[in-house]
């Protein structure tokens, strides 16, 4: 297959992320908190794929390879890609020192261009990566490489909630110009490629711990990345994070049009 020339979009990601990822520490990385009280949708994703003995699964933008190592842990076959070259040979030692490096294959890739063969994965997984992509070329190849059956789970941020996008604003260097975060309309878009599209929304009254997090802990947004430090959250405010998930459940299921003001949304795609 060609190579594609990179777009000036792919060449912004990489440098950005290039950048980041230059700056972590191997040290800094564990896997278990991205599958933790505060990552609620990533274990959405994990049920919804279900026991991955065996599997082969593709980490869509793996960046420093949590998910992915977290894949391999459970016994999956993991392709893992990412745009930055910088985050896969970090995700490479991650792997390394999970003891999981032959379960995992890591390679710079892009998502609109994938080097797989046609249906080749029973699930497709990928955290905040599709709002960095073209969406629907994304979306085309996702399908190509997905079996038939197979499953796809994406872990996007949505563009309505104000203090989100009060917070966005604010945090201008860490996060790259081209992002563009989805809309109910983006999601709709897909269903043009899969027969089945479904979204579950979640972070709405939890925001609350981002505010704490600004006012009262005065952590700058463009020292640490918000959506990494509620990951770590202990002690009374990790009881209160996990009374705002409770209310945010309630308040959803009750109420549906409040999804419009959660912050991620978990894509299910059903090839």
């Given at each position: 297959?060609?190579?594609?020339?990179?777009?000036?979009?792919?060449?912004?990601?990489?440098?950005?992320?290039?950048?980041?990822?230059?700056?972590?520490?191997?040290?800094?990385?564990?896997?278990?908190?991205?599958?933790?009280?505060?990552?609620?949708e990533?274990?959405?994703?994990?049920?919804?794929?279900?026991?991955?003995?065996?599997?082969?699964?593709?980490?869509?933008?793996?960046g420093?390879?949590?998910?992915?190592v977290?894949?391999?842990?459970k016994?999956?076959?993991?392709?893992?890609?990412?745009?930055?070259?910088?985050?896969?040979?970090?995700?490479?030692?991650?792997?390394?020192?999970?003891?999981?490096?032959?379960?995992?294959?890591?390679?710079?890739?892009?998502a609109?261009?994938?080097?797989?063969?046609?249906?080749?994965?029973?699930?497709?997984?990928?955290?905040?990566?599709?709002?960095?992509?073209?969406?629907?070329?994304?979306?085309?190849?996702i399908?190509?490489?997905?079996?038939?059956?197979?499953?796809?789970?994406?872990?996007?941020?949505?563009?309505?909630?104000?203090?989100?996008?009060?917070?966005?604003?604010?945090?201008?260097?860490?996060?790259?110009?081209?992002?563009?975060?989805?809309?109910?309309?983006?999601?709709?878009?897909?269903?043009?490629?899969?027969?089945?599209?479904?979204?579950?929304?979640?972070?709405?009254?939890?925001?609350?711990?981002?505010?704490?997090?600004?006012?009262?802990?005065?952590?700058?947004?463009?020292?640490?990345?918000?959506?990494?430090k509620?990951?770590?959250?202990?002690?009374?405010?990790?009881?209160?994070?996990?009374?705002?998930?409770?209310?945010?459940?309630?308040?959803?299921?009750?109420?549906?049009?409040?999804?419009?003001?959660?912050?991620?949304?978990?894509?299910?795609?059903?090839?």
């Open positions: 297959m060609p190579k594609s020339r990179k777009t000036q979009k792919q060449t912004i990601e990489e440098l950005f992320h290039d950048k980041y990822a230059s700056s972590v520490k191997l040290e800094d990385l564990n896997v278990e908190e991205n599958f933790s009280l505060a990552a609620q990533n274990r959405s994703a994990e049920k919804m794929f279900g026991d991955l003995e065996g599997k082969r699964v593709l980490d869509l933008g793996c420093f390879g949590e998910t992915a977290y894949w391999a842990t016994g999956a076959k993991v392709d893992a890609i990412d745009i930055s070259s910088e985050s896969i040979e970090l995700a490479k030692k991650l792997a390394t020192k999970y003891k999981v490096s032959k379960n995992c294959n890591f390679k710079q890739m892009a609109e261009d994938l080097k797989f063969k046609d249906n080749y994965f029973d699930y497709v997984f990928g955290n905040g990566v599709l709002h960095h992509v073209q969406l629907m070329e994304a979306g085309k190849e399908k190509r490489v997905l079996k038939k059956g197979g499953r796809a789970a994406f872990v996007e941020p949505l563009k309505y909630n104000p203090v989100i996008n009060v917070y966005r604003r604010i945090a201008n260097e860490v996060r790259t110009p081209t992002e563009n975060p989805l809309g109910f309309g983006d999601i709709n878009k897909l269903k043009t490629v899969f027969p089945h599209v479904k979204h579950s929304e979640y972070e709405m009254l939890t925001l609350l711990i981002f505010v704490w997090f600004f006012i009262v802990s005065r952590v700058s947004p463009n020292e640490q990345r918000y959506w990494r509620i990951l770590r959250v202990t002690g009374p405010l990790k009881l209160i994070l996990g009374s705002l998930i409770f209310l945010d459940k309630i308040a959803l299921s009750l109420i549906p049009p409040l999804r419009y003001f959660c912050w991620n949304t978990v894509i299910e795609l059903r090839k």
